[in-house]
């Protein structure tokens, strides 16, 4: 099991290319302060209209907006500046993980539920 203390991440991309990451009004303030239009990166949240919120913009490959290749390495072009959840993932309170790949990231949806 994989714990915040020993967690390693690999840069393989997978959770900024599968997930689609909720973004705060907070997170949408940072990231326009850091020189992005807010239209460049943000959409609304598709899998919850009923609040208007919003969620970050994907690449037509499927990528995050500010996801970019170096190498063999994924890597966020906002690191400084990325959302909240970006921050906490894969580790969204204490509890160990099998991995960190997304199908096993199973209180994501129950993170969302408790901050909206
Ligand atoms: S899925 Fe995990 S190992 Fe891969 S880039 Fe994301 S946090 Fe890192
Ligand atoms: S903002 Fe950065 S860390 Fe978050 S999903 Fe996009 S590329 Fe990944």
Same mark, same amino acid.
Not at 60 to 66: A, D, G, L, S
């Given at each position: 099991m994989i714990t915040s203390d020993d967690f390693k991440c690999t840069f393989c991309g997978k959770c900024c290319i599968e997930l689609t990451v909720k973004i705060s009004d907070e997170d949408i303030k940072r990231i326009k302060k850091a020189g992005h239009k807010r239209k460049d990166f943000a959409v609304k949240d598709m899998f919850d209209l009923r609040t208007g919120k919003y969620a970050l913009k994907k690449q /037509?490959? /499927?990528?995050?907006?500010?996801l970019r290749k170096e190498g063999e390495k994924y890597l966020c072009s906002i690191h400084e500046h990325r959302p909240e959840t970006c921050r906490k993932y894969p580790f969204f309170d204490d509890t160990p993980l099998k991995s960190c790949l997304p199908e096993d990231v199973l209180h994501w949806p129950a993170y969302w539920r408790k901050n909206k």
């Open positions: /037509e490959n /499927e990528w995050c907006v500010f």
